[in-house]
């Protein structure tokens, strides 16, 4: 059997590092991997490949910095051609990019069977790109592989019963990686030495945040705010750092570069609590018991909204601070963690067997 496997993004590296792994140990499966260049940065791509022992992609497109439908016709139509040279069983795509929807396309058109990693999930915010190649991918698909409960409930509203396609609930290959990962991790090496166990972990990358210089205000008083009771730590994504500059918008936190998954990792052990924007961040805290302030309107991970693990906060300034010191004054982790929302860590395995024997 040979699998075409689509990365781009960040979470992609991480997830699709849980298949490869498998698949290495597999005589009976090839996979190619083709990277579209999404993140193309050292720091938000090269990294990942090299800490977690990805094989290096066969392919790599370098498609970035455009638009979304010049990226994702530049990515339909590269894909395409790797598929009639490769001619694989499978095109498996993960997530929500534009590059997992080019290449659910791109197999789709050319009748190849396409299987979506975390398949189901939804935000009911269509203004969401991230939310449009979702709900397209999810169309297109052979095997949905959802990785909760809720997940697999969305699909089955949608009326995916009455298809021919297959899904299944076989937990998070995010967990996976937590798990595998968890005794590499190290510390960033431009972290000040001053931050140690008390300190917040925060992201920022979503467009609807920063591309919106109210929404990016706000979070920057936020931040900059909690930073005074509490040293915030933001490893800070290059497009957020170039919307900020143009915005004259000044972060008195302790800001680093991107970071690979290892010392993610490192960051998230270590801290008191996660503020992001992030879909994968959200799970992540979870994974190791931390609480996490959602800096959107809305959640795919509706399960940590509804345990109290995770608070959906927006852009409020005042929200933020005051959910933020409701946990700086909590003394114990609250009882909502713990609960197997993810699966058995074994994600991987099940995708792989799912794939062989379709």
Known sequence: MKILTIIGARPQF?????????????????????HTGQ???????????EEMGIPKPDYQ???????????TGRMLEEIEK???????????????????LAGALAASKLHIKVAHVEAGLRSFNMQMPEEQNRILTDRLSS?????????????????????????????????DAAKFYRAKAKKPTHLSESITQSFVLATIHRAENTDNIEKL????????????????????????????????????VEIIEPVGYLEMIYLLERCKFITSDSGGVQKEAYFFNKHCLIIREETEWTELVDVGANIIVGTDT???????????????????FGQNFYGNA??????LNELMNY
Not at 14 to 34: G, M, P, Q, Y
Not at 39 to 49: I, L, W
Not at 156 to 168: D, F, I, S
Not at 224 to 248: D, E, F, M, Q
């Open 61 to 71: 497109l370098n498609i970035a910095s455009l638009s979304h439908g010049a990226m």
């Open 217 to 252: 205000t706000n979070i920057v008083n936020a931040l900059n705010k909690l930073h005074s009771y509490i040293p915030v730590v933001l490893p800070l994504h290059p497009r957020t750092r170039n919307i900020l500059a143009k915005a004259k918008l000044t972060l008195d």
């Open 82 to 100: 790797l598929i009639q040279k490769e001619t694989p069983d499978w095109v498996l795509v993960y997530g929500d990019t534009n590059s997992t």
């Open 39 to 49: 993140h193309f940065d050292t720091n938000m791509s090269d990294v990942f490949f």
């Open 346 to 351: 074994d994600a991987a395995e099940s995708i």
């Open 14 to 34: 991480i997830k699709a590092a849980t298949v490869s792994r498998v698949v290495a140990e597999l005589d009976n499966v090839t996979e190619v991997i083709v």
């Open 143 to 175: 095997i949905l592989f959802c990785p909760t409960e809720s997940a697999l409930a969305n699909l089955e509203k949608e009326g995916y019963k009455a298809t021919e396609t297959k899904m299944l609930n076989i937990g998070d290959v995010m967990l």
């Open 318 to 336: 005042t929200k933020i601070l005051d959910e933020s010191l409701k946990i700086l004054r909590s003394e114990e982790i609250s009882s909502t």
